[in-house]
């Protein structure tokens, strides 16, 4: 899903006419994916298909998820049941030959929605793939619901970058113009201090 709009570049850019739609449509679609890359992430979660993500615990008592915010309601999955409150945590028991995944008592942790941490409420042990968290994360499959800062950074990127069309390289386009592909798009260093909060580290 793109992360801003034409109607919100046109009017960002004070243009009225549509001698320059296809090039920003095109433009649009390239700088979401350059956001996306950068920030090592997709911001708009699949309900059919939630995240696994597992943890080696060495002592710590918070955990991080990988896509965030988290998604709170209960969700009926196909194969997977009932995932209370959009997410499932479980803990190793068994042995390496015979590993046996255990739901953790929901008494024994908090979860930061908005942010993906999960706060345990005792240290955790030093295992290989001790937790196993079954969640989803992201954003609806609506620009509505992204971060208005988020559709602002978009914005302005692909602002920048058709400011400096000529500079940055175009390595196609068609004579119609409605197949761009654009070269060397650039973040400058404002834009990424803002999207850092939106990084994706593990």
């Not at 708009?44 to 995240?51: D, L």
Request: net charge neutral.
């Amino acid at each position: 899903m793109d992360l801003t709009t034409l109607a919100r570049v046109k009017e960002y850019l004070d243009i009225s006419s549509v001698t320059h739609d296809s090039l920003l449509t095109n433009l649009i679609t390239s700088v979401s994916a350059q956001i996306k890359k950068f920030c090592n992430r997709e911001f708009v979660y699949n309900i059919t298909a939630p995240i696994t993500q597992y943890f080696d615990t060495d002592g710590e008592e918070e955990l991080f998820l990988s896509d965030f915010p988290l998604l709170s309601t209960s969700v009926q999955h196909a194969t997977l049941g009932l995932i209370t409150n959009g997410i499932r945590l479980q803990y190793q028991s068994g042995t390496w030959d015979n590993i046996t995944w255990v739901d953790y008592q929901k008494s024994a942790y908090i979860v930061d929605y908005e942010t993906g941490k999960i706060i345990f409420s005792s240290k955790l042990p030093k295992i290989k793939r001790y937790i196993k968290v079954i969640f989803f994360g992201g954003y609806t499959n609506s620009i509505s619901q992204l971060p208005v800062d988020l559709i602002q950074i978009a914005t302005e990127l692909v602002t920048l970058n058709f400011n400096n069309r000529k500079s940055q390289g175009i390595s196609n386009m068609s004579t119609e113009g409605q197949s761009v592909t654009f070269n060397n798009l650039s973040i400058d260093k404002e834009l990424k201090n803002r999207l850092i909060k939106y990084i994706k580290y593990n």
